[in-house]
């Protein structure tokens, strides 16, 4: 591999090229490994392998320059001890412009070390270049609960200041599985179309198809069982996909995957008119599980270096998404139960699933076909007003309990 | 506007030697009256403000101090009030207090009002801000580092990201003789940041740089903003003997200063960190002849005696002491066969002090590419934005 035309134009005509680009070390920490990428400016890595290395020929290809490069990049723990690191990749790349070696390399962590300090040296070029500085970030670290892939930085290493300190002071798996906890239940709050999806599919679960028509459950308890059954189904569709998703093992593209969401909303929408399949709502919040769970797993893209860490930000994540969608569950579904066995059932569940019509087919519109319309940003700015939403529910089916109170008999038998 | 001929400017010599006793005040704020100093008459180092700004009458105050804040009082009354909410800043503003760099402005953000952006009214009144900060030389540097950058915008490959109007003007707190408050200036190749902490002022971090490097015309003027900086700098290593110039020269690569504006938008110094213990290199002032000294001294007050008087002599007679020169190194690099030649790129001359950090960087040219252009910066160890940051 030769290095670009950019990388011989910047060593070959300018000696000392301008402004002097800084070098870029990305961590991403984890359990058993620390992940590094450099990124090297040419003009720079050749003025130090001149003096260095190699007068003649400093620019070499990347697989001989990348063990070089590997030579001057130290990790260390608390203790002071040296993690023994390995290249796992090299290649040119235009950074900003200009011509840049990027090295990947990866430092094993020994179960002894001690990561709650970690020290980064990297003088690959600032031991010639004196001026030179690099750029230290830190990207994913669960057990620091680290979950955003955005990096921050951390400072910077130079000729004046040869090694950085990174504090991770308090890192651990209960970190880890807190942040994973936390920004799982924030994406089902902030999440109104698997809300929606999940709410639309409960709206038939205290009733029982018969004939191709809806009829309310005489039996409460088998109500709640199917809320359960529903709930289940959905947990266990989204958690396979999510849990092969994080690991790469699944994927769509995620406009796929964002209008097959806005699809699941409006078949449990059209079911809750007329039942598609009798039984069917644990079906369909299985399969269409599936589909939210890789939208779930995109939330988790690139997170974690290592199997641990994974495994740990997986199941903070998704017990966070059990929790908020439980949560959601368990205050709605008494005020639903009510109403649908009230005497507005029929318009209340008509009503509710028009509007899931509405949401869908305006999300379906934006998402598959990239029409822009007022109605998709309305809905998900729904989520904002998600207690009014609430208190309106519970007004409405008191309303609905004082007039079917008023009756001798409850609205029962097959509806018209 | 009160831009001056730089054509007088340029018969400027370095040479005419004369002695001067100096009271010098040191560290520990006792007076010490028996530093007897060889300096250079640099006539560059004129500390006067000879000129006469009118944009806002000052004529009233006496102090520089006095005139700063009446200047600074009078643009900010120039302004409106969106304008005045860009230019205006709190003091605890740290962020914007450290967003200078050496790079053009459309790559990183200045705090402040551009010049540009300014009414005549307003611009005529910032003009007069500088030149009172300013000395003479320190003004007509001002000038010319911006009359570079619109020489730029009209050279082939330069163009809209470089003009003299892309210069910001910012005020952190409420300009006062008596309160703390800060002014900054600058933009592409200059930064001036001076911090008045109970009416003393402090000039630094300071940059100043130029491309092109050499004198210039544009418009029927000439300019040449660093010229005589760059010349007292070499100057100080051109005199040393061979084998002194050996034990001063760094063998690393400088491909800028070492210490830029690396605490660019992080609101703090802590990113500055200085050489230390064996960091620190080169071969100690207080070690060369009384001549070379002499060198030393004019470098150091092309940089610091750009202010006015009353910032400067205070800080000249610190970096000066000699308690200050027994720890003062001056260092070069580059090519150590051409030697301490501007015209090389990758020369570099450093001056590290106890307190003074002075840096020249000889880099190729960006737009000019077929000679060099200068990076400076001047630090103090202690009193960075007047030591409050």
């Not at chain 1, 266990?236 to 796929?256: F, K, N, Q, R």
């Not at chain 2, 230019?87 to 402005?105: E, F, K, Q």
């Not at chain 2, 590419?369 to 990076?375: K, Q």
Request: overall charge negative.
């Amino acid at each position: 591999m030769t290095p670009p035309l950019a990388a011989l134009l910047l060593y070959g005509g300018v000696a000392l090229g301008h402004p002097a680009l800084s070098s870029a070390l990305r961590l991403d920490v984890g359990v058993d490994a620390v992940d590094v990428e450099l990124q090297l400016p040419a003009d720079q890595l050749a003025m130090a392998r001149e003096r260095r290395a190699d007068p003649v020929d400093p620019l070499p290809g990347p697989e001989v320059l990348a063990p070089w490069v590997a030579s001057h990049v130290h990790l260390d723990d608390a203790r002071g001890t040296a993690l023994v690191g390995t290249v796992t990749g090299q290649r040119w790349a235009q950074i900003d412009g200009a011509s840049h070696l990027v090295v990947t390399l990866r430092f094993d962590v020994p179960p002894e070390a001690d990561l709650s300090t970690l020290w980064v040296e990297d003088d690959a070029i600032s031991s010639v270049v004196a001026s030179h500085k690099t750029w230290v970030t830190w990207g994913t670290d669960v057990a620091m609960g680290r979950l955003d892939a955005a990096p921050v930085v951390v400072g910077v290493v130079s000729s004046t200041v040869p090694a950085l300190r990174v504090d991770r002071v308090g890192a651990g798996p209960m970190r880890g599985l807190r942040a994973a906890f936390a920004l799982g239940a924030v994406h089902i709050a902030e999440g109104t179309d698997h809300l929606l999806f999940l709410l639309t599919l409960l709206l038939a679960a205290p009733l029982v198809a018969v004939r191709g028509h809806w009829a309310p459950r005489d039996n409460a308890r088998a109500a709640v069982g199917r809320v359960l059954a529903i709930v289940t189904a959905f947990t266990v569709g989204h958690s396979v996909t999510l849990a092969l998703g994080a690991v790469g093992a699944a994927a769509l593209p995620g406009a796929v995957v964002e209008s097959a969401i806005a699809l699941s909303i409006l078949v449990s929408a059209i079911h809750a008119l007329r039942p598609l399949r009798v039984g069917g709502e644990a079906w369909i919040a299985g399969a269409f599980g599936l589909l939210h769970g890789l939208a779930f797993a995109s939330a988790l893209a690139g997170i974690g270096v290592d199997r641990l860490s994974l495994v740990t930000a997986l199941v903070g994540f998704n017990l966070g998404i059990e929790a908020a969608q439980l949560a959601v569950v368990a205050v709605t579904v008494p005020a639903l139960l009510v109403l649908a066995r009230g005497p507005f059932g029929t318009a209340w569940r008509g009503l509710a699933a028009g509007g899931a019509i509405v949401a869908s087919t305006a999300w379906l519109a934006e998402r598959a076909l990239g029409v822009t319309n007022p109605v998709a940003p309305w809905v998900d700015g729904l989520r904002d007003h998600a207690l009014v939403a609430v208190v309106l529910l519970y007004l409405l089916a008191a309303l609905g309990s004082v007039r079917g109170a008023g009756r001798t008999t409850m609205g029962a038998g097959v509806e018209a | 506007m009160g831009m001056r001929r730089w054509t007088s400017m340029l018969a400027l010599t370095l040479g005419a030697c004369q002695s001067v006793e100096g009271t010098v005040n040191t560290d520990d704020g006792t007076t010490d009256t028996d530093t007897t100093v060889d300096t250079v008459d640099v006539t560059d180092t004129d500390v006067t403000d000879s000129a006469v700004f009118t944009a806002v009458d000052c004529t009233d105050t006496t102090t520089t101090l006095e005139a700063v804040v009446c200047a600074t009082e009078g643009f900010l009354a120039t302004l409106s009030d969106d304008e005045r909410a860009e230019a205006v800043y709190d003091l605890s503003d740290t962020t914007s207090r450290t967003l200078w760099s050496n790079l053009p402005t459309g790559g990183k953000a200045r705090a402040g009002l551009r010049l540009e952006d300014m009414s005549d009214a307003s611009r005529a009144a910032a003009e007069q801000v500088a030149a009172t900060v300013l000395s003479d030389a320190g003004y007509a540097d001002y000038v010319g580092v911006r009359a570079a950058d619109a020489y730029l915008a009209s050279s082939s490959g330069g163009g809209g990201g470089y003009g003299d109007g892309l210069y910001y003007v910012a005020v952190f707190g409420t300009p006062s003789v008596t309160e703390d408050w800060a002014l900054m200036i600058g933009g592409h190749h200059l930064a001036y940041n001076v911090a008045w902490v109970d009416g003393v002022g402090y000039p630094t971090p300071n940059h100043i740089g130029s491309e092109p490097k050499a004198s210039f015309t544009l418009g029927g003027e000439t300019y040449a903003p660093v010229v005589t900086e760059g010349a007292a700098f070499a100057a100080v290593f051109q005199a040393l003997d061979s084998d002194v110039l050996d034990d001063a020269f760094l063998g690393t690569v400088m491909a800028d200063v070492l210490l830029g504006p690396d605490e660019y938008g992080t609101g703090s110094t802590a990113a500055v960190q200085y050489p230390t213990g064996s960091q620190r290199q080169g071969v100690l002032v207080s070690e060369l002849s009384t001549d070379d000294q002499a060198l030393v001294q004019t470098a150091i007050g092309q940089w610091v005696q750009d202010f006015d008087g009353e910032i400067s002599d205070a800080l000249m007679a610190d970096y000066l002491s000699t308690e200050a020169l027994a720890d003062t190194y001056i260092a070069w690099t580059g090519t150590r066969s051409s030697g301490p030649d501007v015209e090389v790129a990758g020369t570099y001359f450093r001056i590290d002090g106890p307190r003074l950090w002075l840096e020249l960087a000889c880099q190729s040219g960006v737009i000019l590419r077929n000679e060099t252009h200068y990076h400076a910066i001047w630090r103090d160890k202690q009193f960075d934005y007047g030591g409050e940051l």
